[in-house]
């Protein structure tokens, strides 16, 4: 078992530029979560999927970010127009379906927003 | 809106000590309540969770809740310098949302 495999690890952009985040959750897991990692806020969530299907995405700013799960084993964070402000750790995380269950974490992608 | 906020921000403790981290919450309604551990940069891993007030040993880890005063913790018996990470704290009412601290930074000292 892999575990949740995210790429890049690391991404630079210039301000303006587009950035899509690639996960792949673990084989068998329906849940697929985005958090946002800073020194300042901490860990945010983002965004959640079960089975593919967009359930909650009360943590994404409405503009400039979206995120998408086309099939069972990946789903994709892009932002466009990237901002200084949006440099950031992106974790994402995959569980069991069901409440309440344990959320495995990929190592993330660093992306810095020149 | 959920707020969760850790104590102390960071700690340093001599090897075999024990270590207590400290946790609070808003929002009398949470459920899940649980305990994260992130070494620099690696992915953060669950360590335990509880759903009902008392507490739970695990090995060295024992969480310990108190949903009357918002209040959870983490302690670590004979503290190690494996154990040096950051450790998140994270409550939920929804079954998946996850709301996390900033964490608190451990330093065992060997």
């Known amino acids: 078992n892999a575990g949740v495999i995210q790429t890049p690890r690391h991404k630079v952009t210039g301000k303006g530029q587009e950035a899509t985040l690639w996960c792949e959750p673990i084989?068998?897991?329906?849940?697929v979560f985005w958090y946002r990692q800073t020194i300042v806020q901490g860990l945010e969530f983002l965004t959640y999927f079960r089975n593919q299907a967009p359930i909650d995405d009360s943590g994404m700013p409405k503009e400039r970010f979206s995120a998408q799960m086309p099939n069972q084993s990946h789903s994709t964070l892009k932002i466009q127009s990237t901002q200084p402000q949006d440099s950031a750790v992106y974790l994402c995380?995959?569980?069991?379906?069901?409440?309440?269950?344990?959320?495995?974490f990929g190592p993330g992608t660093r992306l810095t927003v020149l | 809106q959920q707020k969760v906020q850790q104590s102390p921000e960071s700690l340093i403790v001599p090897e075999g000590a024990m270590t207590s981290l400290n946790c609070t919450f808003s929002d009398s309604a949470s459920q899940y309540f649980a305990w994260y551990r992130q070494h620099s940069g690696k992915a953060p891993k669950a360590l335990m969770s509880?759903?009902?007030?008392g507490e739970k040993e695990e090995g060295r880890f024992t969480i310990h809740l108190n949903k009357a005063s918002l209040h959870f913790s983490l302690h670590i018996r004979d503290s190690q310098p494996s154990d040096s990470a950051l450790y998140l704290c994270?409550?939920?009412?929804?079954?998946?949302?996850?709301?996390f601290g900033t964490g608190t930074s451990l330093l065992v000292d060997p």
């Open positions: 084989s068998g897991h329906s849940a």
């Open positions: 995380a995959s569980s069991l379906p069901g409440g309440y269950a344990e959320q495995f």
């Open positions: 994270a409550t939920s009412n929804m079954g998946y949302k996850l709301t």
């Open positions: 509880i759903f009902s007030n």
